[in-house]
């Protein structure tokens, strides 16, 4: 099992200056190719300070000119968001620069925050059939003289300019979560992305299934790759895994804030949540981030990613948002990077 970085630059205080947060993202992303993880994963997001990620080709061409070997991949691209040519085009330019290491990640979006200030009245089924739609016309528009007459795009012949410099073009990745997604990614020729958020080895398992058994009802020409995206933090002991456990509950608990859209948004950060109010949602706690996420020592860490490895995933990204500092992200990656990923090689 190949282990990634899965990251981008959150702002959890106006107070926190944006060209600052930049460089530490960029510098965790060096340390991970530097260390030898496989891939930096990073996605598109608006309007929220809590994952300021308004174009990840942008993120991945910077961050390649910093690195020499991880693959670049998009943890997701919001399909509704994108033309099919534009996200061909775009996509291809970037495996162009980058040398051929992208990996292209498309999901059909998550927040109702943004599909309301992007594409007002935009339900996440529709999202999800534009994917649909979105997904094919790409991977034919990199092969050449194209027409589209679809639902939601309709164009004549069309060429994507630049062409991806893989062939016959980059590694696709749809995110998935019901079976239907996982057979539309197989029917197609894509790899998926999976994250169980806080949720336990139930979902993890449940996840891995939907996915072999779409791969043997379809059976795709090429093998498939699966990968769980999800939180962790090695620490340095008991002390230390605790406190991840209760900042990463804060996390979730934005997160969930966020996912509701009921609060109120200024200058692009949420309202406050109290500390009375993080303890009161017993969807989250601090014990259910401890049990269920790869928080803990190294060797607890190594042991619940060989039982991931054993139940088939293909790659384990560590994903880093946190609300933690940048002194506590950067040891536990190099902690993940000297002390997890060796049992991996």
Not at 75 to 81: K, S
Not at 109 to 126: C, D, I, K
Not at 186 to 198: A, D, E, F, R, Y
Not at 267 to 286: F, R, V
Request: proline share 6%; aromatic share 10%.
């Amino acid at each position: 099992m190949k282990l990634s970085l899965f990251i981008h630059m959150e702002r959890v205080s106006a107070d926190e200056p944006q060209e600052q947060l930049y460089q530490e993202m960029m510098s965790l992303c060096e340390i991970a190719d530097q260390g030898g993880l496989h891939a930096i994963w990073t996605g598109e997001h608006h309007g929220m300070n809590f994952t300021m990620a308004p174009n990840p080709f942008i993120n991945l061409v910077d961050i390649a000119h910093r690195t020499k070997n991880v693959r670049l991949g998009t943890g997701t691209v919001i399909a509704p968001f994108s033309h099919p040519i534009k996200l061909a085009g775009e996509a291809a330019m970037t495996d162009l620069v980058t040398g051929g290491r992208l990996e292209l990640g498309i999901a059909r979006g998550a927040y109702s925050y943004e599909y309301e200030r992007l594409m007002p009245g935009l339900t996440a089924w529709e999202a999800g059939q534009r994917m649909r739609e979105l997904v094919p016309a790409v991977k034919a528009l990199w092969q050449g003289d194209y027409a589209h007459q679809g639902e939601f795009w309709q164009f004549p012949a069309t060429t994507c300019t630049p062409q991806p410099k893989q062939q016959p073009h980059p590694p696709i990745w749809v995110a998935a979560r019901d079976p239907n997604s996982h057979e539309f990614a197989v029917k197609n020729g894509c790899n998926v992305q999976v994250t169980p958020l806080h949720q336990g080895e139930e979902e993890i398992e449940r996840l891995v299934t939907c996915f072999k058994q779409a791969c043997h009802e379809y059976k795709p020409e090429q093998p498939l790759k699966i990968m769980l995206l999800q939180h962790g933090y090695v620490a340095e002991d008991d002390a230390d895994a605790d406190r991840a456990a209760v900042e990463l509950n804060r996390f979730y608990n934005y997160f969930g804030a966020w996912f509701k859209n009921e609060r109120p948004v200024s200058q692009g950060l949420i309202a406050p949540l109290s500390d009375e109010e993080i303890a009161a949602n017993t969807y989250y706690s601090a014990e259910i981030m401890r049990r269920n996420l790869a928080i803990g020592s190294a060797e607890e860490v190594i042991s619940r990613l060989k039982r991931y490895e054993s139940l088939g995933y293909d790659e384990f990204s560590l994903w880093i948002d946190s609300g933690m500092s940048f002194a506590r992200k950067k040891a536990s990656l190099q902690r993940f990077i000297e002390r997890v990923l060796p049992a991996f090689q």
